[in-house]
């Protein structure tokens, strides 16, 4: 099975910016999604985006984070800004492949049957 790679990962102080990037989509997929685990803590969705340009974002980050998507890379972005130490975790991507994306079922990671390995973020006061 196909397995995405997500880059950008890293270390911040909280207020600060940080880029996400993944890579690697099969054909077929139109709902490409962003998810993050902090420790001792189920996987959270994050944001979503699919082919019609519908994007969905959890209210836990809407206002500071953008999902975004560069055709001509076939990446998926994710832009995080001001960010805060609850924002640290383990950061996926994730699609599906012959579905799009919908506000009941962004969120939930049993929806998506493509997974990247994930990227740490750590954001410290």
């Known amino acids: 099975q196909v397995q995405l790679t997500e880059s950008g990962g890293g270390s911040m102080q909280a207020g600060g910016s940080l880029r996400l990037s993944c890579g690697g989509f099969?054909?077929?997929?139109?709902?490409r999604a962003w998810f993050r685990q902090a420790a001792g803590k189920e996987r959270e969705g994050v944001a979503a985006?699919?082919?019609?340009?519908?994007?969905y974002y959890s209210d836990s980050i809407k206002g500071r984070f953008e999902i975004s998507r560069d055709n001509e890379k076939n990446t998926l972005d994710l832009q995080m800004n001001n960010l805060q130490p609850e924002d640290t975790a383990i950061y996926y991507c994730?699609?599906?492949?012959?579905?799009?994306?919908?506000?009941?079922?962004?969120?939930?990671?049993?929806?998506?049957?493509?997974w990247g390995q994930g990227t740490q973020v750590t954001v410290s006061l």
């Open positions: 994730a699609a599906v492949v012959d579905s799009f994306c919908f506000e009941d079922t962004f969120y939930r990671p049993e929806y998506f049957t493509h």
């Open positions: 099969p054909d077929n997929v139109y709902c």
């Open positions: 985006l699919d082919d019609y340009g519908s994007t």
